[in-house]
């Protein structure tokens, strides 16, 4: 090629490259975020479409319900081949594929699970989370020195751990924080070590620790000290977001609890009670607001706990709970039927009575995986803006309803916009649900 021709036709070269990326990468980015599994109901449509160098393969003996097409040519069932275009509309429950290539090689398989979505009751009811019946939680270690000015580290010496709930010392149950000083400055006295009971991993332990003894030098007492910080069992106000009557199972909040010092909390002998909503503090461009709630312990106490994950906390309920919007079970919404657009958040303000607010769905991210931010909703009820701002602490687990169904609950504020935060997917805690039951119960059927 002369010399003169070269250099526009690297030009041309890069310019018919660029034309085919920028027609490719829309297509491909569709591609990656689209789901490797989809969950849809009996006869809900869905519809799939791509557009060149990129197909849709179909099996010809596939799921009933799903057609392909190309152009106003239709790939029945009993035909097999690419097409550019899918839709599915199946009437009965079952499973089936969809392959999706790249100039005809398989580039990416998308798994169709067709199955009717359980029925809960919608929860909205404020709830308090309690670690424990009794003791208190371990949050960290702190050196204390004796009368000589020694340093010492007994807890941590002792085998205590950040997260193990202190429930007894000397034999001495501790019900709450204020009554630890108490029980540890009359035991030490004694001159003997003491004994803690500690719950670690579901599993009781025996621990011996030597108090460290300090003298004051104004007033001459002494006092014990084992070098720990402790917190009380009592995690705060959070939502109650379905229960499902069938299987006696809760989900509630939305995202996992962790303590004052960001460590996780042990749940094993957790417990939630029902609370009251004394006040709001209203939150603000930059400061969270927060619901105060009240709850007495061991009278209020509704269910256990049996996992603190990422997405919520799940567990059974001792009774079966009411709600006035909603008295009978409705459905939990797949995914694919989440949509931008008007839904309703249910949750209390004050005191116990569950109230309905407008607000909007404004993204709904395409997730592979279960996360806590499947959503970004925003707060478009006049009534709520006026009490709280919008989202604020305590509404965490608040459930969603769009189009008759539970679609989510309410995770986390956006701190620079409290009218607007994410939440979590319905599907994703019903799945989460599903994957503890099995550890926790016998002969358990979801879909049942």
């Not at 392959?99 to 798994?111: D, K, W, Y």
């Not at 004694?190 to 620790?209: D, E, H, S």
């Not at 004050?350 to 607010?357: K, T, V």
Request: some cysteine; overall charge positive.
């Amino acid at each position: 090629m002369p010399p003169r021709y070269r250099r526009p036709f690297a030009l041309g070269c890069a310019l018919l490259f660029g034309i085919c990326l920028l027609l490719i990468l829309p297509q491909a980015i569709k591609v990656q975020l689209f789901p490797s599994k989809l969950r849809i109901v009996p006869g809900q449509n869905f519809q799939l479409s791509l557009k060149k160098p990129f197909s849709i393969y179909l099996e010809a003996d596939r799921l009933d319900g799903i057609i392909g097409a190309n152009g106003h040519t239709e790939l029945n069932k009993g035909q097999s081949g690419s097409c550019s275009q899918v839709m599915v509309r199946s009437e009965r429950e079952g499973t089936g594929t969809l392959e999706i290539r790249l100039f005809g090689f398989p580039i990416r398989r998308v798994n169709l699970v067709v199955e009717k979505m359980p029925e809960v009751i919608p929860g909205g009811h404020a709830i308090g989370v309690l670690v424990a019946k009794e003791g208190v939680i371990v949050t960290g270690h702190l050196p204390v020195r004796d009368d000589r000015g020694q340093e010492f580290y007994p807890a941590e010496e002792a085998g205590v751990k950040v997260g193990d709930l202190l429930v007894a010392i000397n034999g001495q149950v501790i019900h709450r924080i204020h009554e630890v000083e108490p029980i540890i400055q009359q035991e030490a006295a004694k001159g003997t070590p003491l004994r803690l009971t500690i719950l670690r991993a579901g599993q009781t332990l025996q621990l011996a620790i030597q108090p460290v003894k300090r003298t004051s030098r104004q007033d001459g007492t002494t006092r014990y000290y084992l070098g720990l910080y402790v917190e009380d069992p009592a995690a705060g106000v959070g939502t109650l977001t379905y229960y499902n009557p069938k299987t006696n199972f809760y989900g509630a909040l939305g995202h996992k609890i962790v303590g004052l010092s960001n460590q996780e909390l042990p749940l094993a002998q957790g417990k939630i009670v029902a609370a009251r909503i004394t006040g709001i503090n209203q939150g603000n461009r930059g400061e969270p607001g927060e619901k105060i709630g009240v709850f007495s312990g061991h009278s209020d106490i509704i269910g256990d706990i049996y996992g603190n994950t990422p997405i919520g906390i799940f567990g059974s309920l001792q009774h079966g709970l009411a709600n006035p919007w909603y008295p009978q079970p409705i459905p939990v919404s797949t995914i694919s039927q989440v949509q931008p657009g008007p839904a309703e958040m249910l949750t209390v303000v004050m005191g116990n009575e569950i109230r309905r607010y407008s607000i909007e769905i404004q993204k709904v991210y395409h997730q592979t995986s279960l996360r806590d931010k499947g959503m970004v909703i925003k707060v478009t009820d006049p009534e709520l803006l006026s009490r709280t701002g919008g989202i604020i602490q305590g509404m965490s687990g608040s459930p969603i309803i769009q189009n008759g169904k539970l679609v989510g609950a309410i995770t986390h504020v956006f701190v620079n916009d409290p009218t607007r935060g994410y939440a979590v997917f319905a599907e994703w805690m019903l799945q989460m649900e599903e994957n503890l039951a099995g550890k926790f119960t016998t002969n358990y059927d979801l879909a049942s």
